[in-house]
């Protein structure tokens, strides 16, 4: 049983995984700016079972390490059972990024990503991002390309990070530019206020925020993220014309606040329907992405 409570009495979240607040357009990159401060953004490990309302199909390990000035974010998502039968749903994102001070507070700045899904080479993507040239060079599907960005530009990964920390200031509805195979996509991101989420871990208050591709499609991302946690997601769906394509339900966490480690989320049956592992977007079988940054963790957004 969840209770869910209107925005207008809580902290909201500027802009996207996935965000800045959406006064307008022009805003989104000083809102970035100023939604981040120095030390909201922190180590951590979570682990999460993916699956849906008939099966468990494997893990998803989120991850964010620093090193110097240098920040590591990564996604690793290994399949389990049939899946892992079959070779699918074995996925390697990474992003590579630093936070640099600014008049407004930080901004953070991707420099590199990578994304590899069951080593097919048409679905790997990688990005290098130039901020003294603001520009952004990426290969997809074989072919090379040179964008130039006035605002920021987040990648389906550290989006999520703006998301999580943006929850720590007031935040009704963002709009961010994020970078998503191939193509730089305006995400947007709706906090629809707090609720009392029943996990194993007992009654945990959670903010729930929506993420879509700004622009229309069918698929949607709902994330719940916990203060009490350091703003870290303890479930993500993932919905295609609202109907329930994957759940990520929390197994494990290890950050600054608390150290976690819990049973399995739901029972794994062999027979159920498949459940692709896939944190591309796109129609099926394309592979891309078509809900744009974060996924809400990997899936964390996609855009049509």
């Known amino acids: 049983m969840t209770s869910l409570q209107p ?9 996207r995984a996935l965000a800045c607040i959406v006064l307008s357009c022009a805003a989104v990159g000083q ?17 999460y079972e993916v699956g849906n309302n008939l ?3 494997g893990t998803a390990r989120l991850t964010l390490t620093t090193s110097g000035d240098l920040w590591h974010y990564s996604l690793n998502t290994r399949p389990k059972g049939v899946f892992k039968l079959a070779g699918k749903g074995e996925i390697s994102e990474l992003s590579t990024f630093r936070i640099v001070k600014s008049d407004a ?9 990578r994304y590899r899904q069951d080593e ?4 790997e993507v990688d990005a290098t991002f130039d901020w003294d040239k603001r520009s952004l060079t990426h290969v997809y599907r074989g072919q090379t390309a040179t964008e130039s960005f006035t605002d920021p530009v987040l990648d389906r ?21 994020v970078f998503d195979s191939g193509k730089i996509k305006q995400v947007e991101f709706i906090n ?25 499609g069918s698929r949607e991302t709902t994330t719940w993220i916990a203060p009490s946690l ?33 049973g399995g989320a739901i029972p794994e049956e062999a027979d159920a329907q498949a459940l692709p592992l896939e944190a591309g977007t796109g129609e099926e079988g394309t592979g891309d992405a078509d809900n744009g940054a974060g996924d809400a963790v990997a899936e964390p957004v996609k855009a049509e």
Request: avoid cysteine.
């Open 55 to 57: 099966l468990s199909a």
């Open 157 to 177: 990964l550290t989006v999520t990070l703006v998301i999580m920390n943006a929850l720590r200031n007031d935040f009704d509805r963002a709009e961010l530019a």
């Open 105 to 113: 507070g930080v901004e953070l700045q991707p420099q590199i990503y």
């Open 7 to 15: 925005t207008g009495t809580m902290s909201r979240f500027p802009a």
């Open 230 to 262: 350091d703003y870290l997601p303890v479930k993500i769906e993932h919905r295609k014309r609202r109907e329930l394509v994957a759940r990520l339900s929390l197994l494990s966490l290890d950050n600054r606040v608390t150290s976690i480690e819990l």
């Open 31 to 47: 809102v970035m700016a100023q939604s981040i401060k120095p030390g909201d953004i922190a180590p951590f490990e979570v682990v």
């Open 192 to 216: 629809e206020g707090s609720e009392i989420l029943n996990t194993p871990l007992g009654d945990i208050e959670t903010y729930r925020v929506i993420n879509r591709n700004a622009t229309g």
């Open 120 to 123: 097919e080479r048409r679905r």
